[in-house]
């Protein structure tokens, strides 16, 4: 099968961020960017199909600026055979991303697609899903585990009690949670080598498709902070205080 | 117009989220229909009719509609949209499943996990982590949300709503269930629990997690644990609570051995008591509690347990 992976460049996930004092966003000049964690996920799982001889090409797919071809060549580093960058500067909504990338699913024709199932900056948890509508494919979201079968994938699904599994027909969407396995960490002569790999930029006005904002982003504020209060001296002043919020509860 | 909110139910039962999310959606001012989707789910949509500010439940049943896939439950939704001006969910598994791609058919952008309702299209939502909160105002209709149960109380069971079957076309799942692996447990709903006892990868094994376990039991508390436990195996996913777990706001939050990393800090910003007990007086998770015990675990917790298990005379 071909697989198309789409990955996005964020805020990397260890920095802490700052809100702009003007409430007008968070600031990203000068912060260390990072292919988001779930993406890394994906694009894991494409490369483990690739050498087990499940995938005959990993294509790995970002929309965003031209700083954006870090992530991808993480990606080519990773394993991924070549990279397509689709130019887009400025905020791109899921709704957006989704459209491009149902294009790009519409010149690639892959099997399947991998994301992950959502980016730390926007937490929104929508890219795959869309897709999945836009090309009215089966969709397996927050997966922990994926399998090959000889009509299609088992899925296992992080659910709110526990694990699900389906089967899923190709072409599908699968959206990877962290626990789908362990992202290699790429060495040196590997990011020599993806160098040398494709990488393609075309601008993303060139596909034909509406992906202005529908969403406005009126402020951004940091939430309420909490202080640090009373370090306690014993395991009866715990005690104490732990059966004194229950008996409050209870009254 | 209306509200439509799509009710989660596990097993027959409904789930104590959608009460918060019908409080939620009362703030749209306007008639809240709820739809229950499944098989055998009388008692769930009974028990959805019951809910303050719920005018109609829709009751969309049959065996195929058990373990819909997301496909099957867009289609159900885009039928009904024509009559709502809102489409919600809980934030939950299912609700994040299917409301984007229900977005993608209807062609607009929802809000996904929000926190406050401030009118019929501005909503507040939380991003990196709950590490900033923004404001959007939101154009198209109807407008898809998803709700963040912990940021809201829950609707009263003084209501009587009707209960009515929906029209519900065949079911052509894309996504065909096999088997569920559900974490066998008699505590309460993560979730939504009032008291949870939360423990890190500093427990060290499944078997010291138990304490965790014997704890909660006695407080009559939800278990939750941190992503590090989660992944090195000493509890199950559906107990991480943070960014990517559960999000919670409990009245009483005991972390134990968990140092506060950015993402599990993430999912407890709403509790209102945090109390750690940790070795370390510097850990993240110290520094924001409202009380802190510095001691080893393995010596804390037996004794809290047994002095807890006889004040509370449990």
Redesign the interface.
């Known amino acids: 099968m071909k697989i198309l992976v789409a990955i996005k460049r964020v805020?990397d996930?260890n920095v802490?961020?700052r809100?702009k004092a003007d409430g007008s966003g968070?600031e990203t000049d000068n912060v260390r960017m990072s292919m988001n964690p779930f993406c890394r996920h994906a694009v894991e799982a494409a490369v483990e199909l690739a050498e087990r001889g499940h995938a005959t090409e990993v294509v790995a797919v970002s929309i965003g600026p031209q700083k954006a071809d870090d992530v991808l060549l993480s990606a080519l580093a990773m394993g991924a055979d070549r990279g397509l960058l689709v130019l887009a500067e400025g905020r791109v909504?899921?709704?957006g991303v989704?459209k491009l990338l149902a294009k790009v699913v519409e010149d690639e024709k892959p099997d399947l697609v991998l994301l992950g199932?959502?980016a730390?900056?926007?937490?929104?948890?929508?890219?795959?899903?869309?897709?999945?509508?836009?090309l009215?494919?089966?969709?397996?979201?927050?997966a922990?585990g994926l399998a090959v079968r000889a009509d299609g994938l088992?899925?296992?699904?992080?659910?709110?009690?526990?694990?699900?599994?389906?089967?899923?027909?190709l072409p599908?969407i699968v959206t990877a949670?962290?626990?789908l396995n362990t992202p290699r960490n790429v060495a040196l002569p590997m990011v020599m080598k993806a160098k040398k790999k494709p990488l393609e930029v075309r601008p993303a006005e060139s596909y034909g498709v509406d992906f202005a904002?529908?969403?406005?982003?009126?402020?951004?504020?940091?939430?309420?902070q909490?202080?640090?209060?009373?370090?306690?001296g014993?395991?009866?002043?715990?005690?104490d205080?732990?059966?004194g919020?229950?008996a409050a509860?209870e009254a | 117009m209306a509200v439509l909110l799509l009710a989660d139910h596990d097993r027959g039962q409904l789930t104590p989220s959608v009460a918060r999310a019908v409080k939620a959606l009362a703030a749209l001012g306007q008639p809240i229909d709820v739809l229950v989707v499944g098989a055998g789910v009388g008692s769930a949509a009974e028990a959805a009719a019951q809910l303050d500010g719920v005018s109609r439940v829709l009751r969309a049943e049959g065996a195929g509609w058990d373990n819909v896939d997301a496909k099957s439950l867009a289609a159900l939704l885009e039928s009904l949209a024509p009559d709502y001006s809102h489409i919600a969910a809980v934030a939950a598994a299912m609700g994040r499943d299917v409301i984007p791609r229900l977005a993608a058919r209807l062609d607009v952008m929802p809000v996904t996990d929000v926190v406050a309702i401030h009118d019929a299209n501005r909503f507040d939502r939380p991003i990196y982590a709950g590490n900033a909160i923004e404001t959007v105002r939101v154009e198209g209709a109807p407008v898809l949300l998803t709700i963040r149960p912990s940021a809201f109380g829950a609707a009263g069971k003084g209501g009587s709503a009707a209960v009515e079957p929906v029209a519900a076309g065949p079911v052509e799942s894309l996504a065909h269930f096999l088997v569920e692996h559900r974490t066998q447990s008699d505590v309460p709903d993560l979730a939504t629990a009032s008291v949870v006892v939360s423990g890190g990868v500093a427990l060290g094994s499944t078997h010291n997690f138990e304490m965790i376990e014997r704890l909660a039991h006695v407080l009559g508390a939800a278990v939750g644990a941190t992503r590090a436990a989660v992944d090195a195996g000493y509890a199950p996913n559906d107990w991480q609570v943070g960014q990517t777990g559960k999000v919670i706001a409990p009245d009483l939050y005991i972390a134990i051995g968990v140092s506060g990393a950015l993402q599990h800090l993430a999912g407890i910003q709403g509790a209102k008591t945090i109390v750690a007990i940790n070795t370390d007086p510097e850990a993240p998770l110290v520094k924001i509690a409202d009380y802190a015990l510095i001691g080893d675990l393995f010596e804390v917790v037996p004794a809290l347990t047994s002095a807890l298990e006889k004040r509370l005379g449990r």
């Open positions: 805020v996930h802490r961020i809100v968070v909504e899921p709704l989704a199932k959502q730390v900056d926007d937490d929104a948890n929508q890219t795959g899903q869309m897709l999945a509508g836009l009215d494919w089966p969709q397996a979201t927050f922990s088992e899925v296992t699904r992080e659910v709110d009690f526990g694990r699900a599994t389906y089967a899923v027909g599908a949670d962290l626990r904002p529908r969403i406005t982003v009126e402020t951004v504020a940091p939430p309420p909490r202080q640090q209060g009373e370090i306690l014993s395991v009866d002043a715990l005690v205080v732990i059966a919020r229950v509860m």
